[in-house]
């Protein structure tokens, strides 16, 4: 069975109850279950979608892309959703490696999706009543003949979500997660949570990230419960919800937390219905948890990434005021190494390398089978994250792959910024570093050795990514060098980089020595 059996069950037993509430919409499990029908008939018939084809989104968080992908999962097909916040080279460049028979685009994302898809040969469709290219998903279910649970050709083993992640080349990755690691996740998160089917699930996270995707959204249908779900997170638009839908759950990274918590509604927004907060997705300040839990609300930390579905470890609400600063322990259908450079299994309290394994974790990269075979080795996936564990087992995160940036919640990989940078005709050098930020977590920093010195300015190195990049890649501070630092073999040593810009994180130019 594909993992839609879990609508059509919810349908059989509880029809009438909402699903999905969207944008003031309620979508009741039996017409969510009628609408995946109607879209599989689509894909299936006007499109010529089948098993193994992708079918690519580009929008907002939105119910349309909920039904896409359990679509997909009964038709064997698979549902890549993009980032709505890249330019149209970089939608592109993501839609020329998955290669989709189907474009979908979100309200507000026809036109980028055309010029993106413009040459190549798939269908530009528009969700919701939106016609675009061939219409609309709403038009075009009128006249398709619903695709039922029992004629579906899907299953556990069949690839159901490509989630890009960018690599440390710069290149996103397409990470291929199957339908029983989607389920395999659920049930992790339903123990995190201690989910159950009257439980009120808000997720404000951008599904094309797995986070968004599979932290809460699925396993909250996976359970039952009803999940309202936010185009994008939007501070009055969470306080409303917090109240008004007596929301039980949610996720937040950090800089989301950060911002509930300087608004004044904070301290007077009712919270009662609340029962966790969970956050993940970079080093969480301890000062931070403190604040929410003052409130009442304990704060459970989740570790993964993409590759682990995501949820690989995480506290549960009963464990989160004894251990703050932990990322918890393994999950119940995970398990957890801590080794050294050689592979040797490493004590309590020693730091090393975070492996994972478990059938939640994905079944490779897209079309990668290098960087697949250097990321699982024998089951067990290489995070490239440091940690250690203490002697009860719990996971603290002592450092992260080395050069990702994570700012406000959006991994940000240097290399794809310093190969853009470093077409610019006046910089000689240029090194990406993050710098750590009371707001953002952390604000990307590019440090640049000008071909003539006093011939660049920071504004002219940020406006050369314009139209190249999304903007919340760019640089928030440029400083100029005069060298940067390499090692014998001729690397540059971000490290001192590092410590420099913390030495003199108000200088606009830093000496190299």
Known sequence: M???????RHAGFSPDKTAI??????LTYRNLARRIGEVSGVLRQDLKVGRGDRVAWLGLNHSDLVVLLFACARLGAIVVPMNWRLEVAEYRALLEDC???????GPGYAEKGAKAAEGLDLTLIGAGAVEVGAGSLDQLAKKAR???????VGGPTD???ISYTSGTTGKPKGVLLDQHAIFVNAVNSIHMHTMTASDVVLNTLPMF???GMNILSLPTLRSGGLLVLHAKFDVDATFRSLERDKVNLTVLVPTQITALLNDPRWASVDLGHLRMISTGSSMVPQGLITRVH????PVVQVYGSTETGPIAAYLTADLACAHVGSAGLAAIHCGMRIVDETGRDLPPGESGEILIKGENLMRGYWQNPDATARALVDGWFHTDDVGHVDAAGFLYVDDRKKDMVISGGENIYPAELENLLAEHPGIAEVAVIGQPDEAWGEIVVAMVVAREAGS???RNVIAFLDGKLARYKHPRKVIFVDALPRNTMGKVIKDDLRKRVARNCDNSRISAT
């Open 209 to 211: 990230h797995v986070g």
């Open 294 to 297: 003052e409130r009442g609300v």
């Open 159 to 161: 690839a159901v979500l």
């Open 456 to 458: 660049l300015s920071d």
């Open 99 to 105: 290669t989709p028979k189907v474009l979908a685009t």
């Open 146 to 152: 619903p695709v039922q649970e029992a004629e579906g």
């Open 2 to 8: 594909d993992i839609s059996v879990w609508i059509e």
């Open 21 to 26: 509430r969207f944008e003031g919409a309620d």
